[in-house]
């Protein structure tokens, strides 16, 4: 569990997956029902959706800061670049937050 929060606008608490008679509902601590989904499997990502942009958003400020304690041992100007760490930080700003 990251210490990351999520930004703000995002519905705070710890997220459970109920069960409805057609659908799937997500739900936080106070029982407020965040999403409805048509999948369970939908349902769990959404879910887990507040945990993994903390942690990506953990990863991502590990991974800058290594590479500027990296560059400033070699010269990394020549070194390819990671197009992951551009398509995460997508995936953040997408969610609604800033990377």
Known sequence: MSNT???AGFTPGTYNVSKGVHDWFVLN????????CGSEE???????????YAALAELLDGIDRWDKA????????????WAGK???RAALVKAGGVA
């Open 70 to 81: 990296v560059s400033k041992i070699i010269d990394t100007s020549k070194m390819p670049k």
């Open 86 to 88: 551009d398509r995460a």
């Open 42 to 52: 939908d349902a769990h990502l959404v879910c887990a959706a507040p945990d993994l």
């Open 5 to 7: 929060p999520p930004p």
């Open 29 to 36: 601590d106070d029982g407020y029902t965040v999403a409805v």
